[in-house]
RNA sequence: GGAGGCGUCGCAUAGUGGCCUAGUGCGCCCGCCUGCUAAGCGGGUUGGGGUUGAGACCCCUCGCGGGUUCAAAUCCCGCCGCCUCCGCCA
């Protein structure tokens, strides 16, 4: 735990705070539960001396006073005890709470094997493609936003007009197109045994907070104040929430999910960043796949969700490398981050285009989902938190790479063969 | 938006301040009996936390969180969810 804070560039005192509280916790707990025991005790044998001062009462009896004396002497111990059990309940409880607020500021445990540092200490692990020279084509390559234009598929000034900056209609094409794109996102799911879901785009605030979105990511939320409700950034939130609070079952194999859903981010702090186009937007469109289940698979699973990636990544072709992301740069929930980034001809750079992360118990701990003790692993018996995984299928900023990388030297876009039987066109033509 | 009702063990229900250590039925699991099946008999069957070498023991948990009380499933307040009726509206 100590190493992983340190190769995220976090402070590993926490963890000896932590410790220390948790002592304190437990010392705390053992007092109120003795005395608590102590104050039951009492307590019943009050029950029990009114029961037979309330008998003798009515039937009359001859010690009847005698009785009385008694219940109320015993009411009296039991009084004063009560006072005590208050107290050292406070106390336990104020330490719970302790605990748990360290808890909450420490990141999940990175995996083995992530490189160590910040967002320029990624590790490229593969490159898959050769991005297309525009120069020995003889043509200068538009970008996204003027190729979007021209074919009427984009239109910023209008959402600019309507919801602001980083707000845009997508027209016509534009709108097929990214239908076609998710439609084919989500037909791949369902062949790769997802269960497709359209899920809620707003969350109460413990399910944001247990997802792990209100640590790094608070600034990026929208809150809806009149209601308390938070726009989530992903369908990762609600999928995530989806089996909160359940002992769900998983001896059948991982559960499968896969989200569509619009995105809202403020993108707080980026000012100036990526304005022009569909690049860094406030609401986008996104197929997300999420995964539940067991840790042990937790590693195997991160693997075929960046396959899948790949595989849909393939079916646009366009020119992408893989990374592995360091954990400076991996969000207080992820253990480990694979990020596929497309080559972006007018920018020169490749671009993320999708992020699977494995969270292990991070969420699931948070979230209390969790599934029985498999027998077979000789652990013991009970409970246990299950691993949650996610990571994306295809996004509105996929029609960024599309469009520039298929483009051609009169502004029309060939559409890659995989998309055309969802879009019904073979190619994009300028209008007008 | 207004009015009312409800939330108890996997399911169904009992319980309206202390003989509740939450009862009963069904389901499920283990065992017994019975030469099929069925029935019958006995035991077990929420989850979390703590102490412990172990076996075991203790504390919390009646939608969630507060409060009243010596004592709360039961009384009070807030929240969440479900249902019924009325109103309004894409």
Not at 24 to 29: D, E, G, T
Not at 142 to 149: F, M, N, Q, T, Y
Not at 155 to 183: I, P, S
Request: proline share 4%.
């Amino acid at each position: 735990m100590r190493a992983s804070q340190l190769a995220r560039g976090e402070d590993p005192g926490v963890v000896d705070a932590i410790l220390a509280a948790d002592e304190r916790r437990r010392s705390s707990l053992g007092q109120f539960e003795a005395l608590r025991g102590e104050q039951k005790a009492v307590s019943k044998a009050v029950g029990a001396a009114m029961g037979a001062f309330q008998k003798a009462k009515k039937s009359g009896a001859d010690n009847v006073a005698e009785l009385e004396t008694a219940a109320t002497a015993a009411r009296e111990r039991a009084a004063e005890l009560s006072d005590r059990v208050k107290a050292l309940e406070a106390t336990a409880g104020h330490a719970d709470d302790d605990l748990d607020t360290l808890m909450r500021k420490v990141g999940n445990v990175i995996v083995d094997g992530v490189p160590s540092g910040g967002e320029d200490d990624y590790i490229v692990l593969e490159t898959i493609g050769t991005p297309r020279d525009f120069t020995a084509e003889g043509f200068e390559p538009r970008d996204h936003l003027e190729l979007g234009e021209r074919l009427g598929a984009i239109d910023m000034e209008r959402g600019a007009k309507v919801a602001g900056a980083r707000f845009y209609f997508l027209t016509g094409v534009g709108a097929r197109l990214e239908l076609a794109l998710l439609n084919m996102a989500v037909a791949q799911a369902v062949e790769n045994g997802f269960t497709p879901m359209i899920t809620p785009t707003v969350a109460r605030p413990d399910v944001i907070v247990g997802a792990g979105f209100m640590d790094a990511h608070a600034e990026e939320v929208y809150h809806l104040q009149t209601d308390d409700l938070y726009l989530t950034g992903t369908s990762e939130v609600a999928l995530a929430g989806y089996h909160a609070d359940e002992i769900i079952d998983l001896t059948d194999g991982p559960k499968r999910y896969a989200g569509w859903s619009a995105c809202y981010r403020r993108e707080a702090g980026s000012h100036g960043k990526d304005t022009r186009g569909i690049i860094r937007v406030h609401q986008f469109h996104k197929v997300e796949m999420f995964v539940y289940c067991r840790p042990e698979d937790a590693a195997d699973e991160h693997q075929r969700l960046l396959d899948w990636e790949r595989e849909m990544l393939a079916k646009v072709e366009v020119p992408y490398r893989i990374i592995d992301t360091a954990a400076g740069d991996l969000g207080s929930p992820a253990a480990r981050k694979f990020d596929c980034e497309a080559w972006v001809p007018t920018q020169s750079r490749y671009r993320e285009l999708t992020s699977t992360s494995n969270c292990t118990t991070f969420q699931a701990r948070r979230l209390n989902t969790r599934e029985r003790v498999p027998a077979d692993l000789g652990i013991g018996s009970g409970t246990r938190a299950v691993a949650t995984l996610n990571g994306t299928l295809a996004t509105t900023r996929w029609i960024v790479a599309i469009l520039e990388n298929h483009q051609q030297p009169d502004g029309s876009v060939l559409v890659p063969s995989a998309l055309r039987p969802f879009l019904g066109l073979d190619v994009l033509t300028p209008i007008g």
